[in-house]
């Protein structure tokens, strides 16, 4: 332990955020690194608790509680403040696949369980560890290293998100020939198209392709497994098959009006959106620009729809809520260390609010129709404000329109952002694997072999739609269990 008295002596301070006002004139990540000396001194916040909770990864009341990765996150901030960044990088490096992944766009799990965070501000782990990955690559220590023997075993991985590309890393690091099927024209998954660039810019998925390809990992883009590839053909030129396509099925508002022109799925709105970034191309471009824009949904997704409708110059931007504003602060139902149910104003509100003068989301209510003009063109939403109400059979709180509380809002787009529903059907029917209930992939509880032989799944198609360490969690567990399948034993971590 660097410095007992660390959490004691020293502030949490953060990397310092570019203003709204100016960030928003690009899509570029917009925190500055803060220098060494002060980042060591950040690490020596890291009490090395009896009982590190940030590493914990445990479900509490159905909430996950600190890092799913178990993450040795005491150990490498001992060694950052220690100043002995290479071997910071080892120990991050054995539990996570991808730091400069986690280190950009995570919520950070690992801080909201860290014990200094019970009677105050807890570490900045998150920023730590995008120290630690990024000194790495700067000092050329994230050069490929293929693996120096091959087990002659053939693996396909259909989907490069998370999921997949963890599998991929694990499964090639054994030795095993491992190749990576991409329907878009760049892997990634979501971490490419669902993420905008502001929250990770894309070279930094291509830098990490770059050392995977070189340490032998074969990429094939822009091909659509179960349409231009056959499963048959898969099952027949390799030993095992892994199923990463993700929860790709967004989930609808069936509401009068829906056919209406200017509505668009979160996913296919940001994805537009980053495709213009990346190659100026205005082609299928969804542009915003002096436009009313209406969010629906209230999670991540729908503040990235809020963060790049402001870039983009929108008129005005509202998000909609069917919830109750969360509290400021813990609730007494909701102690340390369980994840903090309070109200987050994230990088986009905080942007709308500079720009608009006023917090951009509206709780409690939902679409009750949308209006179009003459044309079919989208012109305004109709919604309706909501109280909770238990219901006197189950218990449960539900969520119920308030009589004559209707009132509307011009839109000139709507952006869905109310998650997903599960697997897509072509790709669970062109393998013929069996769904659950939840249309995720079936498999046994804590395995991730599906019902047709040969064929694995992980990541949010196995587990529905999650956070981008649970799918590097889900990833390496499969490679385990492939491996394992393959070889009669596994040494994977």
């Known amino acids: 332990m660097g410095k007992p008295t660390g959490f004691m002596e020293y502030d949490r301070k953060d990397n310092k955020a570019v203003e709204p006002l100016e960030r928003i004139k ?30 914990s990864g445990m479900m509490i009341n159905g909430m996950a509680s600190g890092c799913p990765l178990n993450n040795l996150v005491p150990e490498w901030n001992d060694l950052l403040f220690h100043g002995n960044l290479e071997k910071a990088l080892q120990m991050l490096r054995q539990t996570n696949n991808f730091p400069e992944f986690t280190s950009r766009v995570c919520p950070a799990l690992c801080e909201a369980a860290c014990t200094c965070g019970l009677n105050g501000e807890p570490v900045s782990c998150k920023a730590n560890e995008n120290a630690i990955i990024e000194y790495g690559y700067a000092n050329g220590l994230m050069k490929a290293k293929p693996p120096k023997v091959r087990t002659g075993k053939k693996v396909a991985i259909v989907g490069s998100g998370p999921s997949g590309l963890a599998a991929a890393d694990q499964l090639n690091k054994r030795g095993h020939d491992v190749t990576v099927y991409e329907r878009n024209d760049h892997i990634g998954g979501l971490l490419m198209y669902g993420i905008p660039n502001m929250k990770l ?32 053909t898969l099952l027949k030129e390799y030993d095992s098959v892994i199923l990463c396509c993700g929860a790709s099925h967004p989930r609808d508002i069936k509401a ?47 503040n990235d729809c809020v963060g790049t409708a402001v870039r983009q110059g929108a008129k005005s931007v509202v998000q909609i809520e069917m919830m109750p504003k969360l509290p400021d602060q813990r609730a007494a139902n909701n102690p340390w260390p369980e994840w903090p149910r309070v109200c987050k104003t994230d990088y986009g509100q905080e942007e709308a609010i500079a720009v608009y003068g006023k917090d951009p989301r509206i709780y409690q209510a939902t679409v009750k129709e949308f209006i179009a003009d003459k044309n ?93 360490v649970w799918g590097i969690n889900e990833g390496r567990h499969v490679a385990r269990e492939v491996d394992e399948k393959l070889m009669g034993y596994t040494n994977l971590p």
């Open 376 to 468: 079919g063109v989208l012109k305004k939403v109709k919604l309706v404000k909501l109280e909770p109400k238990k219901d006197p059979k189950t218990g449960r709180m539900n969520m119920t329109e308030i009589q004559g509380s209707e009132f509307e809002l011009p839109a000139d787009y709507v952006l869905i952002a109310a998650g997903f529903l599960g697997t897509e059907d072509y790709i669970a029917k062109a393998f013929k694997v069996k769904l659950n209930a939840r249309t995720n992939v079936e498999t046994k509880p804590g395995k991730y072999q599906t019902s047709v032989d040969k064929i694995f799944t992980a990541g949010d198609m196995h587990r529905g739609q999650s956070l981008v």
């Open 256 to 302: 009068p009006g829906r056919e209406a022109q200017g509505i668009y799925f979160a996913v296919d709105f940001l994805t537009r959106s980053t495709k213009h970034v990346l190659t100026g191309k205005k082609e299928g471009w969804v542009d915003t620009k002096g436009k009313n824009v209406v969010v629906i949904g209230g999670g991540d997704t729908g």
């Open 26 to 55: 690009n899509f570029n990540e917009f925190h500055t690194p803060m220098s060494d000396k002060d980042r060591a001194t950040q690490a020596a916040r890291c009490m090395n608790c009896g009982v590190p909770f940030c590493q």
């Open 201 to 232: 810019e894309k070279w930094v998925i291509d830098r990490k392709q770059k050392v995977m390809e070189e340490e032998g990992i074969h990429f094939i883009v822009n091909t659509n497994v179960g349409k231009d590839v056959k499963a048959e």
